[in-house]
């Protein structure tokens, strides 16, 4: 396949970005996107140009390091993760717009890398449960009902990629927080902070600058993971929940 990329190219976080055009050729259908990104900046770096920066780890669509906007679209045109984009998803000819994610809470570091730190610091204001120390529990020890543990592990697939701040036309982290929230507030093993977890986590969210939510549900199309739009239905309930105690 030969095909034109359109890249966005940015020096650094104070440098003004702008679109580049590259032509590369013999890209194979079975490579990957970041495979056909790698071939892309082999043809740079022999040409002594400086090479396309691109956040990757895993390659296998569980880290949540890639993040690329593709034609518009957070990860691209299927519902995966940019490291298992394909290129047999495009023909052969195509021009392909590649951009990183577009939210304030997520400046450009360069080219298409993001600081993403800022779901960190969601996750460090309480995305943990207290454990006392010591050896791991039976894993029978503490029954938890299989809706309970089905609903958790639905919301523990979030990989924090960031598709759906990506997507969203308000930069929320809505669904990511509501993930991170969910999986353990459903637990026993969350029910010690329960309430300060969904309080803190909220507040820290709104501190980044994170957009607010206006169930346009672009973040739950875009979540590689299948995170469902109800996960932040179910947050707000928790925070209701929370706040109406706080008060008492
Ligand atoms: S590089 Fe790990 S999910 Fe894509």
Redesign the pocket.
């Known amino acids: 396949m030969k095909l034109t990329l359109r890249v966005w190219r940015q020096k650094n976080a104070d440098a003004t970005g702008a679109m580049s055009t590259y032509e590369v050729d013999g890209i194979s259908q079975d490579m990957s996107f970041l495979e056909m990104l790698d071939t892309l900046n082999e043809q740079l770096i022999l040409a002594g140009d400086d090479p396309v920066a691109f956040d ?11 993040s690329l906007v593709i034609d518009g679209d957070a990860h691209g045109p299927e519902r995966t ?3 298992q984009l394909h290129m047999r998803s495009f023909e052969d000819g195509d021009t392909i717009d590649v951009e990183p994610w577009r939210a304030s809470a997520f400046p450009v570091v360069k080219d298409l890398v993001v600081d993403r730190s800022a779901f960190d610091r969601i996750i460090q204001a309480g995305g943990y449960i207290s454990a006392p120390t010591g050896t791991a529990p039976e894993a029978h020890a503490t029954p938890v009902p299989k809706p309970d543990a089905d609903f958790a592990f639905e919301h523990a697939e979030c ?1 924090g ?1 960031g598709a759906c701040v990506a997507a969203c036309p308000n930069g929320s982290a809505m669904l990511f927080t509501s993930a991170k929230i969910n999986h353990l507030n459903v637990l026993p093993q969350g029910a010690p902070e329960r309430e300060t977890r969904v309080l803190d986590m909220v507040a820290q969210m709104d501190d980044e600058g994170f957009g607010g939510c206006t169930l346009t549900g672009e973040c739950a199309t875009a979540c590689p993971k299948g995170i469902p739009l109800p996960s932040i239905a179910a947050m707000n309930k928790e925070w209701l929940r929370a706040t109406r105690k706080a008060r008492r």
């Open positions: 990757h780890d895993c390659r296998e669509g569980i880290c949540g390091a890639c993760t940019t490291c990989i990629c």
